[in-house]
Structures are given as C-alpha cells and as structure tokens.
C-alpha cells in the first residue's frame, strides 16, 4: 500500500515556474515507478512525466519536454515535478501516480504512459498559468 499527497501548486503567470512535490508512504515506495498526470476541465487524465524506481529512467509527454523535469529522492519517499517556463494550457489538477509496471521501448524501461498502469494516486494539486 502507497499513499501520495501532492503539494506545490498554485497561481503563477505564464513563463514562471513552480516545483510540485510528491511525498509517498509505505516501505515499499522505491520499488515504484512513478509519474506526474493532469487533468483539465472538461478534458481527460494525461500524462505528463514519468521515472522508474532504482535506475530513474525518465520520460515525458512531447509538450512538456525541455520545460518540465521529473527527479526522485527514494531516501526521502519523494518525488518532483520542476516546471519552467509555464503556459497557460499547462493549466490543470496534477496528479501524482505509482506504478509496478513499466514499458520497454528501444532497449530501456520506462514509466508507463497510460493511467490504467498506475495502482495509487494522490488526491492532486492545481496548477492555473494565467497569461
């Protein structure tokens, strides 16, 4: 069993940054994958960015790419979402996720990219980029 509590959200003008945190309950957590999804009015859960436990292979959806960075720290049951140079449309309720599943692409494992993989999320945080 997991338990997430996500914090770090807020308002923030657009080209700004926030750092969202992550932090997991249970002995286990290291062995989880995990990732960050969001979820906007009106549209469904995406992902955004996702690490795997023990080597922390990342990847990340391509409109997030180069502005947000995913980074664990497995001593203190934590995970981050670093966003920079924010947009409007990254506005949304992020979720934190973990997964004991993975996807292997080109000869890596990585976090899977699909929701229905994960097992435990937290309540989420909301994130508004005003422009």
């Known amino acids: 069993q997991v338990q997430l509590v996500e914090s770090g959200g807020g308002l923030v003008q657009a080209g700004g940054s926030l750092r969202l945190s992550c932090v997991a309950s249970?002995?286990?957590?290291?062995?989880?994958?995990m990732g960050w999804f969001r979820q906007a009015p009106g549209k469904e859960r995406e992902f955004v960015a996702g690490?795997?436990?023990?080597?922390?292979?990342?990847n990340y959806a391509d409109s997030v790419k180069g502005r947000l960075t995913i980074s664990r720290d497995s001593a203190k049951n934590m995970v981050y979402l670093q966003m920079n140079r924010l947009k409007s449309e990254d506005s949304a309720v992020y979720y934190c996720a973990a997964s004991l599943q993975r996807e292997y692409y080109r000869g890596t494992y990585y976090a899977p990219k699909r929701a229905s993989e994960y097992a435990y999320w937290g309540q989420g945080t909301q994130v508004t980029v005003s422009s």
């Open positions: 690490i795997t436990s023990s080597v922390g292979n990342t």
């Open positions: 249970g002995r286990t957590f290291s062995e989880y994958g």
